[in-house]
């Protein structure tokens, strides 16, 4: 595979610095490392002079990833596109597993590996469904799962629910909400994944571009990037991992996380073809799900967060569309 590589980054120079010893090590040759700053902290020529084995590109924007990622991707000259995040790390061999399963699979043009998030105190990619509540819940309200199910109480409703997402496999509820509960063997298909650690084509890539309305930490990004793939969606392999390790510096809080990323949300589905089988009142159904999850939980700022959502949304104020058929950039909605 003729990979270039993408890092968008801000700020955090040390985390960067990691991520290249990673990709120096790799066994997989690279075409390039393409870093695209929007920071103050710069990296300099001996920050950089360390990984003379590698091709390093350093191109500064403004601070968007959404930018930053589509300025990357046009500079690169590889085939393929190594989208990776400045927080990610990686095994030596994780390029050359992807590589050696594009060969076998002619038809894959976005492959990633399991993405690992510190999460109760273990490394996890699979958040498993235990609780019936919640499989139902998740259910009735057209919700994200992701992970197996594996729910104790296995009575009727749960047996009939169960054979439902067997049935439909990994797929986009009538909310719009990624579902992910098949994890194949060796690999398994997804229409939406995480694509902080993923080898793209870049063809791919500039027919389905970040959308760069969206807010300069790009909430909801990866989603409509994958909408624009074609059906084969995502290939992700359960032999081959990277470590997330959510680097805290220039990340939101969660409410307002979550607020930007329904945004994101309503407006791919108004704006992407694929997404016309789900509908705006699934949507708002499910945000009554949320909000009556909050509720249970006494969380007044997420509460707050989905409420506001839910009247942007029915009163058709998203500013994201709004600010997209004027051809404004980098929108920044506040709580």
């Given at each position: 595979m003729d990979i270039s590589v993408v890092i968008p980054t801000c700020n955090r120079k040390q985390r960067v610095l990691l991520l290249?010893?990673?990709l120096h090590q790799s066994i997989h040759p690279l075409r390039?490392?393409?870093?695209?700053?929007?920071?103050e902290d710069i990296l300099t020529p001996e920050d950089l002079a360390p990984f003379s084995g590698l091709s390093i590109h350093y191109l500064t924007a403004e601070k968007s990833v959404c930018v930053q990622r589509n300025k990357g991707i046009r500079a690169a000259s590889g085939e393929w596109i190594f989208l990776c995040d400045d927080d990610i790390e990686m095994p030596a061999d994780y390029l050359q597993k992807i590589a050696e399963h594009s060969e076998q699979h002619q038809e894959a043009g976005a492959m990633s590996g399991l993405v690992m998030q510190w999460v109760e105190e273990e490394w996890k990619a699979n958040y498993a469904i235990q609780s019936s509540l919640a499989l139902v819940w998740s259910y009735v309200f057209q919700l994200s799962l992701w992970g197996e199910i594996r729910?104790?109480?296995n009575n009727f409703l749960v047996r009939k629910i169960t054979r439902y997402y067997q049935r439909k496999g990994n797929h986009i509820?009538?909310?719009g909400w990624p579902v992910v509960t098949d994890f194949g063997k060796d690999y398994f298909n997804t229409p939406i994944y995480g694509l902080g650690a993923s080898v793209v084509k870049r063809d791919w890539l500039l027919h389905s571009p970040y959308e760069e309305v969206l807010d300069r930490h790009g909430m909801g990004d990866n989603y409509g990037v994958n909408i624009g793939f074609p059906a084969v969606g995502v290939h992700v392999l359960n032999d081959a991992f990277v470590y997330h390790h959510r680097e805290p510096e220039n990340r939101l809080k969660r409410p307002l996380q979550y607020y930007r990323r329904m945004l994101a949300l309503h407006y791919f589905m108004k704006t992407r073809q694929r997404l016309k089988m789900s509908s705006k009142s699934w949507l708002l159904w499910s945000l009554i799900g949320n909000i009556l999850t909050f509720i249970r939980m006494r969380d007044k700022h997420m509460v707050r967060a989905a409420l506001k959502t839910f009247w942007l949304i029915t009163w058709e104020k998203n500013p994201y569309y709004?600010?997209?058929?004027t051809n404004q950039k980098i929108v920044e909605p506040s709580l």
């Open positions: 290249l010893q990673n390039e490392v393409i870093i695209v700053d929007s920071g729910c104790r109480n509820t009538k909310a709004r600010a997209a058929k």
